[in-house]
């Protein structure tokens, strides 16, 4: 049977497990989260890589450190990140890729080979300033020297050291035309506009060739074998691993089946609907990548979305101040879609922000606890009590009602808009927009008056309620699956099976499809509950 789903291939970064995750990385999994559910209740086929960076001289020396073989670091740490995700953040993701992974190496010598076979890699050497923190090369130009007489780089802030070795390199500088010439013709590749013209500058100023592989350390992948193997270097190849950011790129490519683990997959997931990364690796999606990808003849990802950074308070996260939260422990103290929708809700997801605990209370207690919890909890007690705890038939609609649900109806097409430029930020506060609409015509409408005077047009207020409860239900799944299941669960919606996938919330999922269908009157409803408690 062939699957006429359009399919949907999104991914995250993969993180650096040389520590435990921070409130950052969650942030990102949440949102790529949100975007996955999302497609995947609007009918699409989707795909959600996600995973860990295991390579590098930052694993190397924090292994070193520990006292622990790299493997053995990479190993315990991304579990902790595999553990966020499912026992913390509740993420759906279909692989979780690990750079050490057999398929990946693979992977990442083809696309090298490729590269070199298109005439795209030489062999000098490298001179020049390393930052093992950012695991990337700077110019002089690029790096100050600080009070303490330590040189940092002046963009990340992190120590650079002297690094003097034999390196391959990439012709980077041959592709700053095709660069800009790609990014002309295609002005959404990556987004918010704001980092992509940072991007686009960037280009503009000119590019010079990129080293990448590296001989001072061994924790890496090794270079694949020459295509000729009298080739003068082949021997001293040997001596080299992969620089680690040629490395992680690929895993996009290994996550789609390709080379050959599954070729089905790789033509119908690839090129990648979206990569979602952190602005401080816009470089090496915007222009390594696809750089990369033109030298190896491999068709571009659609669309890299640029989120933001997340702040303490205005601060920085960093150990040495401090503040650095845990994910388990926000979600232990919040609650899990308490902090998802704070996340997606409190700024766009391709600008900075920052939380603190009375923004997350402010959310909780007014959005989801007034705003949506009320409302709901008030609509279904009286239909409980006043409606043999079945949904209610309506009369007529009066020009209140129809007026009510024409905006709530209009939501699916502009969230759907929303979604399809990764603006979380916009779906959520036009629906919390209607939700105050819908809570201003209860107030007006004064059901439980009616119930005195007019028991039909009481029905038809609580049923023209429960319509638009529902709906704003459906449509926050992907940010709150597991309340909003509970709460379609209240008014009686059927599941559908597993439209949302995985997760422990997954199987209760209602898909897109059924958004215009209507309650059916007469539904038994079990015993309303409240689903968004306050922060007390
Ligand atoms: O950069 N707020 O890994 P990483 C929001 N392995 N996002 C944040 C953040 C914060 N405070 N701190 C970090 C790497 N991030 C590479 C990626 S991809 C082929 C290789 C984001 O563990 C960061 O921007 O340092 C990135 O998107 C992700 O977390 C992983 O960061």
């Known amino acids: 049977m062939t699957d006429e789903r359009v399919p949907y ?27 996955a559910r999302f497609a995947r ?39 902790a990140f595999r553990r966020m995700d499912d026992e913390v953040l509740d993420v759906s993701y279909d692989r979780f890729i690990r750079t050490t992974d057999a398929d990946h190496h693979a992977a990442a010598q083809e ?206 996260m960093s150990k040495s101040l401090g503040n650095v939260v845990a994910p388990a422990d926000w979600v232990a103290r919040y609650g899990l879609d308490a902090v998802r929708f704070f ?8 600008a900075d922000g920052s939380y603190s605990h009375d923004a997350v209370v402010g959310r909780k207690n007014a959005d989801l606890a007034n705003n949506l919890g009320n409302l709901a909890q008030r609509s279904l007690s009286m239909v409980a009590k006043n409606c043999d705890a079945a949904v209610p038939r309506p009369g007529g609609l009066s020009e209140a009602d129809a007026a009510i649900l024409a905006q709530v109806d209009a939501l699916l097409e502009k969230t759907r808009a929303a979604y399809a430029e990764q603006d979380f930020h916009a779906a959520l506060e036009e629906t919390w927009r209607v939700l105050g609409e819908v809570n201003a015509y209860f107030a007006d409408q004064a059901p439980w008056v009616l119930k005195k005077s007019d028991e039909p047009r009481m029905r038809t207020v609580l049923y023209v309620t429960l319509q638009a409860v529902r709906r704003v239900a459906l449509l926050v799944q992907p940010v709150m699956p597991g309340s909003a299941t509970r709460l379609l669960d209240l008014l009686g919606v059927a599941a559908e099976g597993d439209a949302g996938r995985t997760g422990a919330s997954g199987t209760g999922a209602r898909s897109f499809a059924a958004f215009g269908d209507d309650l059916v009157p007469g539904t038994p409803l079990p015993k309303p509950e409240g689903v968004f408690p306050r922060h007390e």
């Open 9 to 35: 291939y999104l991914t995250t970064a993969i993180h650096y497990p040389n520590g435990e995750p921070h409130i950052g990385h969650a942030y990102e999994m949440v949102g790529a989260d949100a975007m």
């Open 41 to 79: 209740l609007d009918g699409r086929d989707v795909r959600f890589l996600t995973g860990t960076d295991e390579h590098g001289q930052k694993m190397a020396q924090t292994a070193e450190r520990e006292g622990v073989t790299p493997l053995e670091l990479a190993t315990r740490n991304s579990g």
């Open 111 to 316: 696309i090298w080979r490729r590269m070199e076979a298109n005439g795209d890699i030489y062999l000098d050497r490298y001179a020049g300033w390393y930052s093992v923190r950012d695991e990337r090369f700077f110019t002089e130009e690029e790096t100050e020297v600080r009070e303490d007489g330590t040189r940092c780089a002046t963009e990340t802030g992190t120590e650079v050291t002297w690094t003097e070795e034999e390196s391959y390199f990439f012709r980077l500088s041959t592709y700053q035309e095709p660069l800009l010439q790609m990014y002309r013709e295609n002005p959404g590749f990556a987004a918010p506009s704001s980092r992509f013209n940072e991007v686009i500058r960037f280009v503009e100023g000119g590019l010079t060739d990129l080293s990448i592989s590296r001989t001072s350390f061994d924790w890496g992948i090794p270079l694949p074998a020459p295509a000729d193997p009298s080739a003068e270097d082949a021997q001293s190849r040997k001596n080299h691993v992969m620089y680690v950011w040629v490395d992680a790129l690929a895993n996009y490519l290994t996550g789609a089946g390709w080379p050959e683990t599954d070729p089905a997959a790789v033509e119908r997931y690839w090129p990648a609907d979206v990569h979602i990364i952190g602005k401080d690796i816009s470089r090496f999606h915007c222009v390594f990548w696809p750089a990369f990808l033109m030298s190896a003849g491999i068709e571009l990802p659609k669309r890299v979305m640029i989120h933001g950074f997340l702040n303490n308070n205005g601060e920085k």
């Open 343 to 350: 996340l997606l809700r409190e700024f766009p997801f391709g």
